[in-house]
């Protein structure tokens, strides 16, 4: 999903929203519950925003939530993880 963040988002995607939604959207059902987790892991308070920033950067991220001191890798994660719930539900309903 990290991989659908780039540096052009504004020309292919029109909100942050449908950026997050379609990086959701690439997974397999297997793979989207493994990303549920894993974000969910490093939301759960054990890690500091620096720990988080550590982990961004180790990815293959063409982007980062942060530059310097600004933005907060936290609150990217929570946005990420907010629209897995929000996908979930859509998916759901279409059963």
Known sequence: MVGMICP??????????EMADAGWQTLLE?????????LDELLSGKY????????????????????????????FLEFIRSRYDKFERSWESDE
Not at 30 to 37: F, M, R
Not at 67 to 73: D, F, I, V, W, Y
């Open 8 to 17: 052009y988002a504004d020309e292919i995607y029109s909100s942050a929203e």
């Open 30 to 38: 297997s793979q989207l519950e493994t990303a549920k987790a894993y």
């Open 48 to 75: 500091s925003e620096e720990e988080l920033r550590d982990v961004w950067r180790a990815s293959n991220a063409n982007v980062s939530p942060f530059r310097g001191a600004e933005g907060s890798c936290t609150e």
